[in-house]
């Protein structure tokens, strides 16, 4: 059953939906952004615990630039000056981080309202975008299935079809902390990436098609390490990005990240049918927001696995490119495993 969330600044109706796993365990959805609003897992004491920021307040959502909990489109990331050129034809699109394009523009998917419909284990949400908006050509029909099923593992999955040739290419924006504690930083948390390198980026965070391996530089996560041991170093991507927000190339593994609070003891495991993933620190999270229990959002105080093609594909030769023709059908699924560390 949908609980009123509260209404926005524009008089809409926002609902909160609610899904059940194992041990009382249940993640949160609204339709504003088909976001995650809270995952509430046991801890090793078995005591639940919520390990998503989020906000109390629609007026949180609506103001917020970080994109917390948030459907992102209809295509995440970057894209090099906000244009793209698609069957010979150039489209601009909205510049909302300097001269460069992010996570679907002025106005993406994370500020709309979506259709809900609720199932026994599962809730899918619709949105559709009509052709032109934010610059992009089609009318794009897309649905974001959430499924938390009774071993607490929460299934996300992305699909669209669309009228004209376009580009799609969706995640989720879930900014994580293990410990349970969003007063907190995720420093301590343990993090193992399945991936070899990464896409180099420049300073405005824009890949041009350089892939750099991870050996021997604070990228390396390809062993269990704590997230703030390399987060303040001097290397070069490091210092660009103000720490950890760059895209890894994913090993051709089952689990392809893994995740671990030693003050919680909860464990999360991350497996994606894409090709790379966006480890983003929370690096630019300024305390000016509020999130539940009134407490401030702040610096580091969550984490993203944001599972991508890689940011500026369309614009980069080497990279695959996240088409969507006229007639096929976009589909990607992205999984996070809840449990607690034997």
């Known amino acids: 059953m949908a609980s009123i969330f509260g209404k926005t600044s524009s008089g809409e109706t926002v609902h909160c939906y609610r899904l059940y796993g194992k041990e009382n365990a249940y993640v949160e959805f609204l339709d504003y952004g088909a976001s995650i609003h809270a995952i509430c897992v046991p801890d090793k004491n078995g005591v639940l615990c919520d390990v998503a920021l989020g906000f109390s307040d629609i007026s949180y959502y609506e103001k917020q630039d970080c994109y917390i909990g948030a459907t992102v489109g209809r295509v995440c990331n970057r894209i090099e000056n906000s244009t793209f050129t698609l069957n010979g034809k150039t489209y601009p699109l909205y510049a909302n981080d ?5 996570h679907g523009g002025k106005i993406g998917f994370d500020k709309k309202i ?14 559709v975008s009509v052709d032109g908006e934010e610059g992009y050509p089609g009318t794009l029909t897309v649905s974001v299935t959430y499924t938390f099923d009774k071993n607490n593992k929460l299934t996300i999955l992305h699909t669209a079809t669309t009228n004209k040739d376009t580009l799609c290419a969706l995640t989720n924006h879930c900014y994580f902390n293990l410990n349970g504690d969003s007063s907190t930083t995720i420093l301590n948390h343990i993090l193992t990436l399945y991936a070899d390198s990464f896409t180099s980026a420049d300073a405005e965070s824009i890949p041009h098609g350089e892939i750099v391996p991870v050996t021997g530089t604070p990228m390396d996560f390809t062993t269990p390490t704590q997230i703030g041991k390399g987060i303040d170093s001097d290397y070069e991507p490091i210092r660009f990005g103000k720490g950890y927000d760059h895209n890894w190339i994913l090993n051709n593994t089952d689990i392809v990240a893994r995740a671990y609070s030693e003050k919680s003891g909860i464990q999360m495991d991350m497996t994606t049918t894409l090709p790379g993933v966006q480890f983003y620190s929370g690096n630019f999270l300024d305390g000016s927001l509020i999130g539940k229990n009134n407490v401030p959002v702040t610096n580091r105080s969550g984490f993203c696995l944001e599972s991508q093609y890689f940011p500026n594909a369309i614009n980069v030769d080497n990279f695959e490119k996240p088409l969507l023709k006229a007639g096929d059908v976009y589909k990607h699924q992205t999984t996070y495993q809840f449990s607690i560390k034997k």
């Open 98 to 102: 300097g001269k460069n394009h992010l």
């Open 114 to 127: 979506w259709q809900a419909e609720e199932h026994d284990d599962s809730i899918t949400f619709t949105y």
